[in-house]
């Protein structure tokens, strides 16, 4: 035989310099919840070893996340249910602890990238993430609020908005507002292809956002469509989107292929609090070890396409990796 592949695997070395995926911590976004308070940092417990920050814990873990090599963080609000209306007025208010901690991280730590999450569904009363108005979510209704939404965050030092609304035109529509407030450095991860999973249940537990009444099936994509996201893509791209992200990752590695190879524009891949949770209950009950498993789930996703990656992973691939 001339041609033996297992020449290239004979020793760590070879493997190595013939290795065609390289993850690093660069290609990591860590996910953190926030809360408004003091001295809190409690787990959430669907989502093993991942927390619920106030302000001041939220700095000390991105000051040891820094230092293991983490750089990019993308940031959720668990807001009281009184400051939560129909208009979601809280989520551009001047008192927002939220934005007022986006603004303290980027004074402590300016070498951060912060990524934030645009959606009404945080901060409205209907836990939905647009308007809604006699049971139907009104798409055209919901843009001015999420454009209200973005310039706050751009105000308070947002590196990269993430719009995770799944409405249609609102990536022009936030491009239009940003650059006309002066924010044209702002960029822009659109969730381009934002399915209606069964995966995102220890999210919504960790911020208390699930939907009062219905689902998100009108606006969030059918788990059985493959096409439509590359329209959304070629959409979101037309409209100045700076990023094209995908939800969630491991049950949709094609999706995030399909995208890789029909643009020239970074993908992203959200890997979600369900395969996450799932992940880690399997190493609990020892039947995968997570120190050999958790690395191949990420190096799956990057190897699909993804140039970024949101894991609730990334600080425990760092310890291991950095």
């Keep these: 035989m001339l041609d033996r592949p297992r020449r290239n695997r004979r020793t760590e070395a070879i493997r190595n310099m013939v290795a065609e995926t390289q993850l690093t911590a660069n290609n990591l976004i860590y996910p953190l919840f926030l809360l408004d308070g003091k001295g809190i940092k409690s787990e959430v417990k669907s989502l093993p070893n991942n927390y619920r920050f106030s302000p001041d814990t939220l ?36 008192d927002n602890f939220y934005l007022k901690t986006i603004a303290e991280i980027k004074k402590r730590f300016p070498e951060t990238c912060l990524v934030s999450d645009v959606a009404m569904d945080p901060y409205s009363s209907d836990g939905h993430d647009g308007y809604v108005e006699n049971g139907q979510i009104i798409n055209d209704k919901t843009l001015p609020i999420l454009a209200k939404m973005a310039i706050a965050q751009a105000q308070a030092g947002i590196d990269i908005i993430g719009p995770s609304d799944m409405m249609d035109g609102r990536i022009q529509y936030l491009r239009d507002e940003l650059d006309d407030e002066g924010f044209t450095d702002v960029g822009i991860m659109s969730y381009t292809a934002k399915y209606a999973s069964a995966f995102y249940g220890p999210f919504r537990d960790a911020l208390d956002s699930a939907p009062k009444a219905g689902d998100k099936k009108t606006y969030q994509m059918n788990p059985a469509n493959k096409k439509e996201a590359l329209r959304e893509a070629m959409l979101d791209e037309a409209e100045g989107a700076d990023f094209l992200l995908v939800k969630p990752a491991l049950a949709y590695l094609d999706i995030i292929h399909l995208l890789a190879q029909n643009t020239t524009l970074p993908i992203a891949a959200y890997n979600v609090s369900g395969e996450c949770a799932m992940l880690t209950a399997a190493c609990q009950k020892g039947w995968l070890n997570f120190e050999t498993a958790m690395p191949e789930m990420l190096l799956s996703i990057r190897r699909a396409g993804a140039t970024a990656i949101l894991t609730y992973f990334a600080k425990d691939w760092a310890r291991r990796f950095n």
């Design 59 to 94: 700095l000390a873990e991105i000051e040891e996340c820094l230092k293991l090599g983490l750089k990019s963080f993308v940031l959720f609000p668990a807001v009281d249910e009184a400051l939560k209306n129909k208009e979601a007025t809280y989520s551009y208010s001047p």
